[in-house]
C-alpha cells in the first residue's frame, strides 16, 4: 500500500518535470524565433542559449523531482546562482562585444545583468526562507511523533 | 507570493529582452551622399543625410554619432556629433552629420596635403539606448582618400629677355591640378631672390581650378639687370578663399 503511494508520487513529481521541462523547452522554441536573426551576427549565440537551456532545464527537472526534501532548496539555489553567474560570464561582465568586418559593436546590458542578479538573489531568499520552513516543519512534525 | 512575483519578473525580463532584440530587425538607417560645401566662414562643411525608420516596438533613446577625422600621426583635424534625444515608435527621422574641416587646420599638421594626393584616417562611432534602456553602439575607421587641390604643383625654370634699359622681363610657368573635392580661385604670389637672396621682383596671379582639373599659366616678373643672377630662388604664396599658405620655396637655375 505504502510502495505505490510512494510510485504514485514519484510518477506525479516526473510528470511535473515533464510538463515542466516541456514548457520552458517550448518557450525557448518560440523566443529562439525571434532572436535567431542575431545569429547570424553572433555565431556562438545559438551555442551559448542551448547550454542555458539544457542546464536550466537539468536542474528544474532534478529539483521537481527532489521537491519535498531538503535537496529541492540546493537545487533551486544552485538554478539561481548558474544563472547569474553563467550570464556574467557569458556577457563578459554586462558589456558584449563583437568584432565583425573592421566594425566594432557593443552591447551594455549592465542594467539588465543588474535586474538578473536582482531577480536571482531574490530567488535564493525565497529559496532560504522555504528551507527554513521545511526544517522547522520537519522538526515540528518530529517533536509531535516523540 | 514572491514566488508569483518573480515569475512575472523573469517572463516580464525575457519578454522585453526578446522583443527589444526582435525591433532591432526594423530598425532602418539609410545614409545618403556626402555633400560638400563652404560656410560663410569659408571652412569646408561635409554634411552626411541620415534617415532613421523606427518600426520597432519601442522609442531609440540617445542616438549619437561622432566622427573624427585625422591625419597620419593620428591627430584630430576636425571632429562632428549629432545627438537625437528621442526616435519615437513609427517615426522616420531625417537628419544630417555635419563636420567642419578648417584648412588652416589641416595644412598645419603637414603640408603634404596641399601637393600630394593621401589619405585620411575617420573614426566613427555611433550609439543609442534600445528601448532606451539597453545602450548599444558601434564603431569602425575609415579611410578616405584626399585630393590635393596643388597636386603636382610645378614652377618651372625662368626665361628671361630684356624689357627695358633697367629690367628684364622674367617668365616662369606654372602649372598643378586640383584634385580637391572642391573648387579652388585665388591668388598665386611669387617673390624672386637672387642667389645672395635679395628680393629682385614680385608678381602675382590670379587663378581659377575647378575640382579634378589641370592648370596652366605663367608669371611675369620685372628684374632689375643689375641684382638678376642665374641661379636663386621663388618663394611662392597661395592666397585662397578657403586657406592661405606659404611660403614654398622652390631654387631655380
Redo the contacts between chains.
Sequence with gaps: MVDKAVVRKIVFKALKATVKGILFYMAYFVLWSFISPLAEFIPSLQQIVETFVIIYVVLMILGELASGTIYQYFLNVAKALFVTLYLILELKGGVFSLTFNNLNFFVDFRMVLAVVVLLSLLGIAKTMLQAVNYLSEKAEYGAKLN | M??I??TF??IF??AF???A??S??DLHFDFGEPQMSMTSENKLLLSLPINIINEGYYAIGAFNMTTQLLDFNGSVIAKGSTFVPNIGRGENLTTSHNMTIEMGELLQHSNNYLFNDSELEVSVFAGMRLAE?????????LSIPWGAPFYNFTLGEPSHERFNRTHLQVTAPISFENHAFFDIAGNIQIKMYNSSSILTGESQISFEAPQHAPYNGYIELFVPITSFTPDGHFEAYFLTSVFNYGPMVISYG
Design positions: 514572491i514566488g512575483a518573480t519578473f523573469w525580463l525575457a529582452l526578446v522583443s532584440a526582435y532591432v530587425k534602456l539597453v545602450p548599444v553602439g558601434v564603431s569602425t575607421n
